[in-house]
């Protein structure tokens, strides 16, 4: 990721960290908040900086030249009502508008991982990687049939559950998605107790939705 290709404006709900001339792909990162809170969502946020090395891990599995990389930008730190995923909603559009109608991958922590799964009703997104996701036990999943979903959670989590991460995998492929989760043993919410496997694990999944994208026939 080269700091000439970061773009961004208070304006924006997409920041773009890369983008190639010709895109045909993108990787797009939301990160974790609260349930309730107005507060201005900034960058500096432990939140958001914790989606840094994600996206760095996920930038190590693509082709650089054909892949836009970034994150959304939300406008409040709190899901309030369901703020976060009208920024991702928004953050699509602009995508579009920047690369065509690409498909796109969706990485999420907590907060942000309810939202990308949320956004997998988008048409555009073909796969979605939630990270130790805030999934309440009436998290809706009919809208992900026939889409790509992995379900990250470490079984010391406090904060999410990774009890109601099974149960949404398992609603989910009731609702014929083609979902998946793992389990980091002995690891947290916050996803710095065996920091490396999350990034090595996440890079694998990228890679694989990415190639499932390209072709259809082999998700």
Do not use: F
């Not at 559950?161 to 690891?187: E, F, K, N, P, W």
Request: glycine share 8%; with cysteine; aromatic share 4%.
């Amino acid at each position: 990721m080269s700091a000439g290709t970061t773009e961004w404006s208070a304006a924006s709900s997409l920041w773009v960290r890369h983008l190639p001339p010709q895109a045909r792909v993108a990787v797009i990162t939301l990160h974790g908040g609260r349930a309730d809170s107005y507060q201005a969502s900034r960058p500096w946020h432990l939140a958001a900086l914790r989606m840094r090395p994600v996206l760095r891990a996920a930038a190590s599995a693509v082709r650089l030249d054909e892949t836009v990389l970034g994150q959304v930008r939300y406008r409040h730190r709190g899901w309030n009502q369901e703020d976060p995923l009208q920024d991702a909603c928004h953050a699509l559009g602009e995508l579009g508008e920047l690369a065509g109608p690409v498909p796109v991958v969706l990485i999420g922590h907590s907060m942000g991982g309810r939202a990308a799964l949320r956004a997998a009703a988008h048409p555009n997104v073909s796969g979605v990687v939630a990270l130790a996701p805030w999934l309440p036990a009436d998290e809706p999943t009919e809208h992900l049939r026939g889409k790509r979903a992995v379900v990250l959670h470490g079984d010391r989590d406090t904060v999410t559950s990774a009890d109601a991460s099974v149960d949404y995998v398992r609603r989910a492929r009731a609702a014929q998605a083609r979902a998946d989760i793992v389990l980091i043993r002995g690891s947290d919410h916050a996803m710095v107790r065996h920091s490396g496997l999350w990034h090595r694990t996440i890079a694998d999944i990228v890679a694989d939705m990415i190639r499932s994208a390209d072709d259809p026939a082999t998700g």
